[in-house]
T-cell receptor, first 113, second 112 residues
Framework: EADIYQTPRYLVIGTGKKITLECSQT?????MYWYQQDPGMELHLIHY???????EKGDLSSESTVSRIRTEHFPLTLESARPSHTSQYLC????????????FGPGTRLTVL | AQSVTQLGSHVSVSEGALVLLRCNYS??????LFWYVQYPNQGLQLLLK??????LVKGINGFEAEFKKSETSFHLTKPSAHMSDAAEYFC??????????FGTGTRLLVSP
């Protein structure tokens, strides 16, 4: 099972601020993912990466951006946060040839005032 | 395209009763299927997965699921519910391209 970490766990910020949500995994997984989840709702894939220097947009359009400079690190950035960005953000990773099993971090709950 | 339908956004059972959470899938290729559990303010934890080996899959915490190709189903069961089972449960199917498609989730409520 993957060890995958997200910081901060909770964040309350004002409109217009730039924020970065951190995600790190220690298992050397090539693939990493970001999901957005509103309370009591399904998960929507917003970004994914197949490896270093690889990033792709997911099924749900998002104003956030991601980078993958190191295998273990997949941060998500919002240049100018808005109340519509209020949500839970979940990071996941998976190993090549693992039947697509994804392992999730604990999530970051973002509130934009 | 792959998709998942979870019947019932909420399921209520009494402690000690059978738990049955329903999941039907649509897939153009032999699927990988998953059940995840999410406790409040936490990420998703893998309960079990089907990868074309045995059709009856046993997972953690006493849960199991049976893959039925003829019914395109992958229902999750547990013989006896515990209070600690109260959570949100998500069924997912691999869409290929190393991505998962999730259902809308079923909230399991367990009463004493």
């Amino acid at each position: 099972e993957a060890d995958i970490y997200q910081t901060p766990r909770y964040l309350v910020i004002g409109t217009g601020k730039k924020i970065t949500l951190e995600c790190s995994q220690t298992m050397g997984h090539d693939k990493m993912y970001w999901y957005q989840q509103d309370p009591g709702m399904e998960l929507h894939l917003i970004h994914y990466s197949y490896g270093v220097n690889s990033t792709e947009k997911g099924d749900l359009s998002s104003e956030s951006t991601v980078s993958r400079i190191r295998t273990e690190h997949f941060p998500l950035t919002l240049e100018s946060a808005r109340p519509s960005h209020t949500s839970q953000y979940l990071c996941a990773s998976s190993e090549q040839g693992s039947s697509d099993t994804q392992y999730f971090g604990p999530g970051t709950r973002l509130t934009v005032l | 395209a792959q998709s998942v339908t979870q019947l019932g956004s909420h399921v209520s059972v009494s402690e000690g009763a059978l738990v049955l959470l329903r999941c039907n899938y649509s897939s153009s290729v032999p699927p990988y299927l998953f059940w995840y559990v999410q406790y409040p303010n936490q990420g998703l934890q893998l309960l079990l997965k089907y990868t074309s080996a045995a059709t009856l899959v046993k997972g953690i915490n006493g849960f199991e699921a049976e893959f039925k190709k003829s019914e395109t189903s992958f229902h999750l069961t547990k013989p006896s519910a515990h209070m600690s089972d109260a959570a949100e449960y998500f069924c997912a199917v691999s869409s290929g391209f190393q991505k998962l498609v999730f259902g809308t989730g079923t909230r399991l409520l367990v009463s004493p």
